[in-house]
């Protein structure tokens, strides 16, 4: 098993529309949660950091199910911006390096 | 905002030849680490840096790869004898603190010949 797995996509969303997936993780050590997102051939940045008891920054959620061991992000009123791929980033306890899915590859089309 | 910075954008070498990957983090962070790409698939890690030595490295990063701090401001990878399976996009970087998320820089593309 993956130790972090996510749908490859793409997620084809219309322009506004509201899109939502999830991400599994396979180590119950792990202790921190993130999204990224990555434009083409470009570097991984920072979204958000997921928290147990799930956040909110502007247009985007994520929850964290620590149980099912899973993470899911929410994009609101999507934009056409908002095309990219989301990487779900997951970094255990005993150390300091993050593993990284393969990302779920978002289209917002008008 | 402060950014990490990477050098050069698009190395370009013979199979068999040595290089060196730089990167400058961000200024007051304490952590550093390299990651690669290869094209279509997902980032890898490869080995992160404290407290001037390694703290963990996979198994990608074998004798052939090294990391150096060398002058307290860049933070280098140096791959000694290049392979064409060493193609890829490396990114470098770093964070502040053990809880802080690592800011990454825009990478080296390394093309092996």
């Known amino acids: 098993r993956k130790e972090v797995e996510q749908d490859p996509g793409p997620f084809n969303v219309p322009e506004g529309a509201t899109v939502a997936f999830n991400c599994t993780y396979s180590n119950s050590a792990s202790q921190s949660f993130f999204w990224y997102r990555q434009d083409c051939r470009k570097e991984p940045k920072l979204l958000m950091s997921?928290?147990?008891s799930g956040n909110e920054d502007g247009r985007f959620t994520a929850q964290l199910n620590r149980a099912s061991q899973y993470i899911s992000l929410l994009i609101r009123d999507s934009k056409l911006s908002d095309s990219a791929t989301y990487l779900c980033?997951?970094?255990?306890?005993?150390?300091?390096?993050?593993?990284f899915g393969g990302g779920t590859r978002v289209l917002v089309k008008p | 905002e402060p950014e990490v910075t990477q050098t050069p954008s698009h190395q370009v070498t013979q199979m068999g030849q040595e290089v060196i990957l730089r990167c400058v983090p961000i200024s007051n962070h304490l952590y550093f680490y390299w990651y690669r790409q290869i094209l279509g698939q997902k980032v890898e890690f490869l080995v992160s840096f404290y407290n001037n030595e390694i703290s963990e490295k996979s198994e990608i990063f074998d004798d052939q790869f090294s990391v150096e701090r060398p002058d307290g401001s860049n933070f280098t990878l140096k791959i000694r004898s290049t392979k064409l399976e060493d193609s890829a996009m490396y990114f470098c970087a770093s964070k502040p603190g053990s809880n802080q998320p690592q800011h990454f820089g825009d990478g080296t593309r390394l093309s092996i010949l």
């Open positions: 997921v928290y147990s």
């Open positions: 980033v997951v970094k255990i306890a005993a150390g300091n390096k993050l593993t």
